[in-house]
């Protein structure tokens, strides 16, 4: 018995090796399809600009041109770009992070008459596209007066029903022991709120802030439609600086594009797995 169980396991990791390798082979590929236009957007960056489209393309530079970074600067006021960005990126997560979990935590651990109800209506809104409230909400901005501020690019975004969503499943998870104890001791719902709750929905207030970070950081549409001056642009409006009707700087334009790309990049490699976290909270019952 014991022979034949030994001959078993030793003819069945030839096919297991050739699965894996099988299957690391094609990530691989994978991957590098993924990985070549990334490459090609830095090669680009350090071209100069008459060899962009030059035939053979070369794939490696004949000559580094690092400089064109700092033309980047020079070209636009990049640095303007990059704090407005900053500065909206993180108003928005720490509003989402506020208002979604306050509302979620009324949801969640203060049941009142039609909260049930107000929450499916909540969860409705999220079937609708955002296109279809692109307009309503310009002309509601419009009519405050806070086309081209901060308010216009902060204030629409500062809670979602998504954002309810997640913190309101992940509440239902956390035992209401704890909560008893402090009530009986006195405690106010806010300060059950701020340091019981919020200390222990760490895990899906970080998964919130990251999907939110990566939203507003990679928005295009609102930030060019409620922005007129260049002062107030963020960096997927600025890009187009580098572009006009008839031609495009394709150095600095790869070049700013990877600029703007990197912290996204950074984010992601450090919070990846709050990506994963995010997919299990929103299955989880309430």
Sequence with gaps: MTSTGDSSRKTAKPGQLFADIFTYAVLGIVSLTMLVPFLWMISTSLKPEYSVFEFPPKFIP??????NYMSIFKAAPFLRFLYNTVFVTMSVVIGQVIFCSLAAYAFARLPFKGSN??????????????QVTTIPTYVMIYKFHWLDTYAAQIIPFL???????LLK?????LPKETEDAARIDGCSEFRIYWNIILPLSQPAIA????????????????????????????????????????TTNWPLQMGASLLVIFPVLLV???????FVQGISLTGMKG
């Design 62 to 67: 004949s000559s580094w041109l690092f400089e």
């Design 159 to 165: 809670s979602s029903a998504y954002g309810i969503f």
């Design 207 to 246: 998964t919130l802030s990251v999907f939110t970070f990566m939203g507003v950081w990679t928005d295009f549409l609102w930030p060019m439609l409620v922005t007129n001056t260049v002062e107030m642009r963020t960096l997927e409006v600025g890009l187009s600086v580098f572009r006009n009707q008839y």
């Design 268 to 274: 992601f490699l450090f919070t990846q797995r709050y």
């Design 117 to 130: 109800a107000i929450f499916v209506l909540f969860l409705a809104t999220m079937m609708i596209p955002s």
């Design 169 to 173: 499943q992940f509440f239902h998870s």
